[in-house]
Nanobody, 116 residues
Framework: QVQLVESGGGLVQAGGSLRLSCAAS????????MYWHRQTPRKQRREFVA????????LYDNSVKGRFTISRDNDKNTVYLQMNSLKPDDTAVYYC?????????WGQGTQVTVSS
């Protein structure tokens, strides 16, 4: 079982920045592919934002490419999401996920609100 705890959300004006963190409670953090997803009030399902694999390769949704950066620190068992040039459409609950083999785990989420 892996527990994930997100932090760093909050209220920011459009054009501003936030950095989300996700701390994982596992001794094998480096083997996990790590994800950020988000869910807006209007949508019923979570949508993919970014992924960083165990080998460090990165993938982004087109809506955040060039503005968001995912990174990881395996020594700290933590994954980050640096969000720049934020837009009101980025307002959502952001969830951190971990996946290895056929198991996946998700955190409770952190709210990000971008005011216009």
């Amino acid at each position: 079982q892996v527990q994930l705890v997100e932090s760093g959300g909050g209220l920011v004006q459009a054009g501003g920045s936030l950095r989300l963190s996700c701390a994982a409670s596992t001794s094998n953090f480096s083997v996990y592919d790590m994800y950020w997803h988000r869910q807006t009030p209007r949508k019923q399902r979570r949508e993919f934002v970014a992924r960083i694999s165990s080998s460090g390769s990165r993938l982004y949704d087109n809506s955040v490419k060039g503005r968001f950066t995912i990174s990881r620190d395996n020594d700290k068992n933590t994954v980050y999401l640096q969000m720049n040039s934020l837009k009101p459409d980025d307002t959502a609950v952001y969830y951190c996920g971990a996946q290895h083999m056929f198991r996946s785990y998700w955190g409770q989420g952190t709210q990000v609100t971008v005011s216009s």
